[in-house]
């Protein structure tokens, strides 16, 4: 069965720093792999996914993530935190065959501290 | 509308009650999806509808748990005698369908549902 860990329910950075949240997943497929944000008294809305092609995988607000599959991993950065970037972050893998439904990790809750 | 809307955005019930949540997914979007999310916690997939196939009730928690689907529009999960333990935020999200294994989840802000 697919399955999605997130390393760290809260990560907490200064403004200015680098941000790195950890996604590691499990699938019998290769996988599509999908970060959401959800910001304070807001929806989920995405981040960037991976399908196929490139590993390096850039979305909105200057984040990336890239997809590595020897270390099955789709851990999501960022080079210098913005305060705007404080929200809780959800990785999540569509990967085995007849499971179309997403699957997502219990999320980190990222802090930006000025 | 532009998103998928959730009604009502606030539920309030005493254990024992039913109760139903309604989504309306963006227009054009076949695939459907309801998702728990208990506080501080993940999201916990429920339910997944597709178009006409039969849906994929692999999620739910328990038979007092149900979900429909009319067509390719509305849905309305139900909870039958709640349980304080279903306390949550219950997200619908809607897809583009079949052959779209890569297409994106769009939400909508949800239902918080408090059973007293």
């Known amino acids: 069965a697919q399955s999605v860990t997130q390393l760290g329910s809260h990560v907490s950075v200064s403004e200015g720093a680098l941000v790195l949240l950890r996604c590691n997943y499990s699938?019998?497929?290769?996988?599509?792999l999908f970060w959401y944000v959800q910001y304070p008294n807001q929806g989920l809305q995405l981040l960037l996914k991976y399908t196929t092609g490139a590993t390096l995988v850039k979305g909105i607000n200057g984040f990336e993530a890239e997809f590595k599959k020897s270390e099955t991993s789709f851990h999501l950065t960022k080079p210098s935190a913005h305060m705007s970037d404080a929200a809780e972050y959800f990785c999540?893998?569509?990967?085995?065959?007849?499971?179309?439904?997403?699957?997502f990790g219990s999320g980190t809750r990222l802090q930006v501290q000025p | 509308g532009a998103g998928v809307s959730q009604s009502p955005s606030n539920k309030v019930t005493e254990k024992g009650k039913d109760v139903e949540l309604r989504c309306d997914p963006i227009?054009?979007?076949?695939?459907l999806y309801w998702y728990r999310q208990r506080l501080g916690q993940g999201l916990e997939f429920l339910i997944y509808?597709?178009?006409?196939?039969?849906?994929?009730k692999s999620g739910l928690p328990s038979d007092r748990f149900s979900a429909e689907r009319t067509g390719e529009s509305v849905s309305t999960l139900t909870i039958q005698r709640t349980q304080q333990e279903d306390s949550a935020v219950y997200l619908c999200?809607?897809?583009?369908?079949?052959?779209?294994?890569?297409?994106?989840?769009?939400f909508g802000n949800g239902t918080r549902l408090t059973v007293t």
């Open positions: 227009s054009g979007h076949t695939a």
């Open positions: 999200a809607s897809s583009l369908g079949v052959g779209d294994t890569d297409s994106p989840l769009h």
């Open positions: 509808f597709q178009g006409n196939s039969a849906p994929d």
């Open positions: 699938s019998s497929v290769p996988p599509y």
């Open positions: 999540a893998v569509r990967g085995d065959t007849g499971r179309r439904a997403l699957t």
